[in-house]
């Protein structure tokens, strides 16, 4: 059974992960922002297994934060097997503040 993500969603994960601040452009930057500002919440479970993969090695201006606090809006979070196997400053924040929820 396939589950429908949110097209905003699926147009985020073919992007991919967030780069760092560092080797971000302004125009990789706006769409993402404009991206996660399509989004409706709450998000799904299963979209937030997706969205967790998107993390990347720093804040990315901001935009880590914003992703966080979206995948936070499922109403199954925190979702188990989401961060399984998964590492990163992010995930781990995710993991903790799941724990102290």
Known sequence: MTT???PAIERLVQTGP???SNAATVPMLQD???LLAQVQTPITDN???AL???FGPDDCFGLAW???HLIETAPG???ADALHGL???WIDRLRERASSA
């Open 4 to 6: 429908m993500m949110q």
């Open 18 to 20: 967030l780069p760092s």
């Open 32 to 34: 993402f922002k404009a």
């Open 47 to 49: 979209e937030a297994r």
């Open 52 to 54: 967790v993969q998107l």
């Open 66 to 68: 914003s992703l966080l």
């Open 77 to 79: 979070w925190p979702v």
């Open 87 to 89: 590492d990163g400053q």
